[in-house]
């Protein structure tokens, strides 16, 4: 029994039809899944092995401390607010701009209150948590305001040419309402109100977002949609002024230099893994059985001759063919993320990995065009009438199917 396992099927496969092109899709299904199966555990012994690494572990420290820095940077903007005190959580874009949209509500409130408008036919109760926009109390206005002009040395977020910090973003509110500005904004500009500076929602405006956003009140959607589109881009552009500022930029290039070294060593990581799965699922079973099947093709008696001479392929076509092999199972790092410790996701995909100069190519970018690749030869075995692969034509092979019978025509 042993012999026959191991014993090469060439009398049998040179009699044979070639291989269906779901027969060969299955066989290559049954391969992938152990693969990825292999695959997953071995990366898990990998990566125990990289996170002992010490450079790993000082670009690994790097990325930390400098996330750390920038985290309690950016809160000090008040562009940005964590969730807890760590400063590890932040609240997302959208949240700032509700936020900021429930404090001017409760703005609008008070000044509708005082000045005996009745625009408001209750007090935003829903709202109260957030406190009332201020110049110190509303975060964009603070940024402008206040933290810009104590961190503006040599204009190093903004140059504000002479600017009024508050005009400045009254301006930006300006331009990004197009035709509405003086429908939904106001500005106070009286230098002895407290509150001079602060660009705020119009009151009636104010109480039609309240009613949308907790009374199901449609008419207050196209309010609330537009202002918060402009809440959202005027917090993004101000994060980039910090980004982008050159007091930050050092601090960023560290943080990017790790990062992207970090991730090289986890990409390497994920190749040599899949490279040693490949050994070991497909390579050792293509050894052992012959005729180039692997177990998925062993167990629907497909086997690999050559397509000139019906014999046995010779060892550099093998070879060959293992290359081409190995790169499409490439892909399997695209199951890589679900393990624990990347917790889906794909950053290190995206990070610089074959370099030219400025030119670079990240792994993901290469993984998606092995898959495309392997579409088109895919295909082709659909319509070829000899059911070859682009990849049969070049190595001049063909897999064939014991169990079907040597056709002149077709095969």
Known sequence: ????????????????????????????????????????????????IIDKNNNYNAYKNTVTNEITYYNK?????????????????????????????????????????????????????????????????????????????????????????????????????????????????????????????????????????????????ENGKSYFNDINNIYCYLFEISEKLVLDSASYKVHYANYNKALISQGDIINLGMILTILVSYLLVIVTPKLLFKDDATIGRKVLGLGLIDSKNLDNVKWYTLLTRSVFGFLAYLVTAFAIPILPMFNFSYTTFSFPFIYNGPTYFNLGVILLVIIVINLISSVFSLFSKKKVTLLDIITRTKLVDEQEEFDENND
């Open 73 to 217: 940077l950016i809160n000090e903007t008040h562009l940005v607010e964590f969730t807890d005190d760590s400063l590890t959580n932040r609240k997302d874009t959208d949240t700032m701009a509700l936020e900021t949209i429930s404090k001017q509500i409760n703005f609008a409130y008070k000044l509708d209150l005082n000045s005996g408008g009745k625009n408001f036919s209750s007090e935003p109760i829903s709202t109260l948590k957030f406190g009332e926009s201020s110049l110190t109390n509303d975060n964009l206005t603070y940024f402008y305001g206040t933290y810009l002009i104590k961190h503006n040395e040599n204009n190093d977020l903004l140059n504000l040419d002479n600017m009024n910090p508050y005009i400045y973003l009254n301006n930006l509110i300006k331009k990004n309402s197009n035709t509405n500005y003086d429908r939904y904004f106001a500005f106070i500009d009286d230098p002895n109100d407290a509150n001079y500076g602060l660009t705020y929602i119009k009151p009636y405006v104010a109480n039609e977002i309240y009613k949308y956003l907790f009374s199901d009140y």
């Open 1 to 48: 029994m042993k012999y026959k396992l191991f014993k090469s099927k060439i009398d049998i496969l040179r009699n044979s039809g070639s291989a269906s092109w779901n027969k060969r899709l299955l066989a290559t299904l049954i391969d992938f899944l152990i693969m990825v199966l292999v695959t997953l555990s071995l990366f898990n012994l990998t990566y125990l």
